[in-house]
């Protein structure tokens, strides 16, 4: 039986978690935890061996290749050999790249790269665990168990799994990408991968973004770089908050212009407005749209963001791509 816990005891919001994993599981062989190596997946790691020991649960992260962020890999290392859990690797980024090739789309990369491929690897024998949880739903209920994929922390909202996280003083280790929300470098291409081009510019440009501000030691809230623009040119837009200092700014800036597949380095440093070609399926769904730029967009810019939804003819186009930038614009 599933219930929806909210309470100011992170004890007994654990042992509520661990007696519905025990019962949920019961008619599984084994349980395999989706292990990202971030918050919300390690907690759901720790509550399952909790709930089931070492015995019935296995680790699976889905390499991302060069999408997969060094320091998010070497935390899942640290984290197998911290539980001392049996955890596997398994090959995503060629399936990620055939569904990025079409725009971004993290829900079809969730769904069918990363649950998709653990699913075909262990089979519908196991119940396999997530760490979705309120701040993926983007304001859209979901469901918290399906055939035999699992979310635990379903109900929860991100302060009750930090709770969590630091009662037990699990080693939660950030990438420095965003205080509540980390994960593969793709989501912040805005427009289709459909060339290396494409992929070593968002690659190259998030990882030397987040070398820069590491040296520096600065503390933040959000950093990432977004790749917008034409396919045949790539902007870099530069999300850091709060803003760096002004000789800070020019070393990155410096160092993303010597990128070769970066055409245009643009600072996000005030409201802007994003003007944004959807495919025909989403152009003409208006909740579809709000939730796309409050709950896909937004959570990842470091200023208020606006956009400007035009439709689009190339029928190649799944969801949608980021075509052009204004800054200095009325965002409400």
């Given amino acids: 039986m599933m219930v929806a816990v909210h309470t100011d005891s992170p004890l007994f919001l654990a042992e509520t978690l661990i007696a519905e994993i025990r019962a949920i599981s019961v008619s599984f062989s084994k349980v395999v935890v989706a292990l990202s190596g971030g918050l919300d997946s390690t907690v759901a790691l720790f509550l399952s061996l909790l709930a089931l020991g070492k015995d019935k649960v296995i680790a699976c992260t889905v390499d991302w290749g060069e999408y997969f962020p060094e320091k998010a890999r070497r935390q899942v290392l640290f984290l197998r050999d911290y539980f001392d859990v049996a955890h596997y690797f398994l090959p995503g980024k060629v399936t990620l790249e055939e569904i990025a090739s079409g725009g971004p789309s993290c829900n079809l990369c969730t769904k069918k790269a990363k649950l998709g491929t ?4 262990f089979g519908n024998g196991v119940l396999i665990v997530g760490g979705a949880n309120q701040s993926d739903s983007w304001g859209k209920r979901g469901t918290k168990l399906l055939f035999n994929t699992y979310s635990p922390l379903f109900d929860l909202e991100k302060e009750e799994i930090q709770n969590l996280a630091s009662f037990f003083r699990l080693p ?11 994960g593969c470098l793709v989501k912040h291409l805005l427009k289709p991968l459909v060339s290396p081009y494409h992929a070593q510019a968002v690659v190259k440009s998030n990882e030397m973004l987040w070398q820069v501000l590491d040296e520096a030691g600065f503390e933040r809230n959000i950093a990432n770089v977004k790749i917008i623009g034409p396919l045949g040119r790539n902007q ?16 990155i800036e410096d160092v993303l212009r010597k990128l ?5 380095v643009i600072w996000i440093d005030e409201p802007v407005t994003l003007v944004v070609r959807a495919n025909p399926g989403q152009y003409h769904n208006s909740e579809t749209l709000f939730w796309l730029e409050k709950g896909r967009l937004q959570p990842d810019f470091a200023f208020p963001i606006k956009v400007k939804w035009m439709p689009s003819s190339n029928r190649r186009l799944r969801t949608f791509q980021v075509v052009e930038c204004i800054k200095g614009a009325t965002v409400s």
């Fill in 236 to 251: 870099a837009l530069i999300n850091v908050q709060p803003l760096p200092p002004r000789h800070l700014q020019a070393k």
């Fill in 172 to 182: 939660v280790r950030r990438i420095g990408e965003n205080s509540l929300r980390e």
């Fill in 118 to 121: 653990i699913r075909s690897y």
């Fill in 260 to 264: 070769p597949e970066i055409g245009e």
